[in-house]
């Protein structure tokens, strides 16, 4: 069964950082691309970034180029979204997910096949 956990999410002031981690299971998380999407109260979800699953290619909605890093470790399983200088315009439920490698990266919500459940970050004026 195919599974992704998000974490590391939390309560924090404009200008302070988190990095959130997404945990894969029950397949071979290395050979599929990643992406990070973030939903506000009251809008619609949107992409943050995606990062291939090699880790080589990386991808940015213009909202976090320059203070989002995606990063992944494929031993661990695992996925990284750093997030630098938070804003309260970052405040949202943060999701991860996933779809094959060969299909190359994506923006697009549908183009992602499993997802997370979701971290809350909260970043106060």
């Known amino acids: 069964q195919v599974q992704l956990v998000e974490s590391g999410g939390g309560l924090v002031q404009a200008g302070d950082s988190l990095r959130l981690s997404c945990a894969a299971s029950?397949?071979?998380?290395?050979?599929?691309?990643v992406g990070w999407f973030r939903q506000a109260p009251g809008k619609e979800r949107e992409f943050v970034a995606s990062?291939?699953?090699?880790?080589?290619?990386?991808y940015y909605a213009d909202s976090g180029k320059g203070r989002f890093t995606i990063s992944r470790d494929n031993a661990k399983n695992t996925g990284y979204l750093q997030m630098n200088s938070l804003k309260a315009e970052d405040t949202a439920v943060y999701y991860c997910?996933?779809?094959?490698?060969?299909?190359?990266?994506?923006?697009?919500?549908?183009?992602?096949?499993?997802w997370g459940r979701g971290t809350q970050v909260t970043a106060s004026q």
């Open positions: 029950g397949r071979t998380f290395s050979t599929y691309n």
């Open positions: 990062i291939s699953s090699s880790g080589s290619s990386t």
């Open positions: 997910a996933d779809r094959e490698g060969a299909w190359g990266l994506s923006s697009v919500i549908s183009a992602y096949v499993n």
